[in-house]
């Protein structure tokens, strides 16, 4: 890749996170995506000032070629749009090559639920680690388990949201959290009593510091790789398969269990902080058994011969 290519994919990058509020996590994807494309287009002595569509076609067929997935690939095509968008709209060039090119068709796959029962012994076995008898700091380990464990199926919070939290987050008024999300999007999130009760028991256990879980990772707080260890530590003892339970299985759990008990699907959508409707939808699957039974055992004719 040369210079003037790696030139515009700085450019690209910083306006996502300056303009856009990009994660980090999601600039550094964009720029793997974006070094690869550039890679196979300088390979064809060409650029990103030049690419043609038929070389953005035949990047997503060596994708395909090299075994990635569809939704994979669509991934990467959606960051060479962004990338061309970005180069039409500083008039860098004339014209976008990503324009008509179809996405690659992925089939979206259902969420990964645990079952109430299942999360109930999660939270059982958590908390009475929590409240067993070990050393200072496997206890203090355990309760930091249980709290994360509480405030994610309590709240549905994506995994970095939750280990990021601030401690002013909860200081004010722990009956409701102050979540900040995707692009700094900030959203408000009720907490059930029982998770309010171990949060602020929780505190009290902490020394000074900006974060409510705190760590000592160059972040300052707890990793998401840690937090997902320790849960999956956690399923085993609680009798659950480790390879079913990871902490997006938990807001997939919340967002499901919420529908079928009779929650409206806008409702979820706030609390997941979703910016579309559509993304909420994928937890629908779940009231499908549930409004089947519902036709069959009410339904006047149901029982007709």
Known sequence: ??????HL???????????????????????????????????RKSGALAA?????VSYLGSLAAQGLSAASSARRLSAIRQFHKFLCSDNVRGDDPTRIVASPRTRRALPKVLSIAEVD??????????????????????????VLLELLYATGMRVSELVGLRRSAVMRDASYLTITGKGGRERIVPVNDRTRDAVKAYVKTLPPGPWLFSAGGEDGHLSRQVFARDLKSLAGRAGIGAHRVAPHVL??????????????LRVVQTLLG????????????????????????????????
């Open 251 to 264: 807001r997939h759990a919340f967002a499901s269990h919420l529908l079928a008990g009779g929650a409206d």
């Open 121 to 146: 012994a999660l939270l059982t076995t958590a908390e009475a680690e929590a409240n067993g008898e070990a050393s200072d700091e496997r206890r203090a380990a355990a309760l930091r388990l249980y």
């Open 1 to 6: 890749m040369s210079g003037s290519e790696s």
């Open 9 to 43: 994919i700085e450019a690209f990058l910083e306006m996502m996170s300056a303009e856009r509020g990009a994660a980090k996590n999601t600039t550094e994807a964009y720029r793997r995506d974006l070094s690869d494309y550039a890679g196979f287009l300088a390979a």
């Open 274 to 305: 979703h910016a579309d409707i559509s993304t909420t939808q994928i937890y629908t699957h779940v009231l499908d058994e549930k409004l089947r039974t519902l036709v069959e055992t009410h339904h006047p004719l149901a029982d007709r011969e």
């Open 52 to 56: 043609t569509r038929e070389q953005v």
